[in-house]
């Protein structure tokens, strides 16, 4: 079956790491995206791309950095930058910019830092 | 973006029907109306969307206001696992990559 794959699901790190998440998708879906979303609260864009090799920052990129050098493909590195990173990660993917089909979003990675 | 404003919450019996309502009165002529659910824990999952007609799916039904200022997501008959936080979404034809995520609407559904 066609869909997004975040890993891992939890994630547990030092304050001061930098640290990568994953997110893959097998939909041959164009567009990839990188939200925020804490307790309570509704979803924040930090990332996307619309093609491969090339991406935009959303309402929230400070911290974070991302790469898209494969279709398939939309890692998300949290940096030691970013002040508060404790948060529920979702990652999603779309064609046609998701007007028509919408967004597929991946079952999410929380990170906890300590 | 256009401003939404959904009610916090609202509260279901098992089996009856459940209009979630949004206000949107700033949407511009060209803007879709998306609606999403997140269930606890998981991510957002595409539910429906609309321009200027009603729309049904085998998920819910979405009634559009004729100047589309407000629109109402149907449930028809909800069950326990429609429980979830529902965000309406004007989608601009023209920045569609830029979903922006309210706090939406935490459903109840009791059984």
């Known amino acids: 079956d066609g869909g997004i794959t975040q890993s891992p699901k939890y994630l547990f790190r030092k304050e001061g790491q930098n640290v990568t998440l994953s997110c893959e998708q097998n939909?041959?879906?164009?567009?990839m995206y990188w939200y925020r979303q804490d307790p309570g609260q509704g979803l924040r864009l930090i990332y996307y791309?619309?093609?491969?090799?090339?991406?935009q920052k959303g309402d929230i990129a400070e911290g974070y950095s991302v790469s898209r050098e494969k279709k398939e493909s939309f890692p998300l590195t949290v940096t030691s930058a970013q002040k508060n990173p404790t948060a529920f990660y979702l990652c999603?993917?779309?064609?046609?910019?998701?007007?028509?089909?919408?967004?597929?979003f991946g079952s999410g990675t929380r990170l906890t830092v300590v | 973006d256009a401003k939404t404003t959904q009610p916090n919450s609202m509260e279901s019996n098992e089996e009856e029907p459940v209009h979630l309502p949004c206000n949107h009165s700033?949407?511009?002529?060209?803007?879709?109306i998306h609606w999403y659910r997140q269930l606890p824990s998981q991510g957002p999952e595409y539910v429906i969307h609309?321009?200027?007609s009603n729309v049904n799916n085998r998920m819910a039904s979405l009634a559009i206001a004729e100047d589309r200022k407000s629109s109402t997501l149907i449930l028809h008959r909800a069950t326990l696992r429609d429980a979830a936080v529902y965000y309406c979404?004007?989608?601009?034809?023209?920045?569609?990559?830029?979903?922006?995520f309210g706090e939406g609407t935490q459903l109840t559904v009791n059984p």
């Open positions: 700033t949407i511009s002529g060209t803007d879709y």
């Open positions: 999603a993917s779309s064609t046609d910019r998701g007007l028509i089909y919408g967004y597929t």
């Open positions: 791309s619309q093609i491969v090799n090339d991406f």
């Open positions: 939909l041959n879906h164009d567009a």
């Open positions: 979404i004007p989608t601009s034809r023209t920045s569609g990559s830029r979903l922006t």
């Open positions: 609309g321009l200027t």
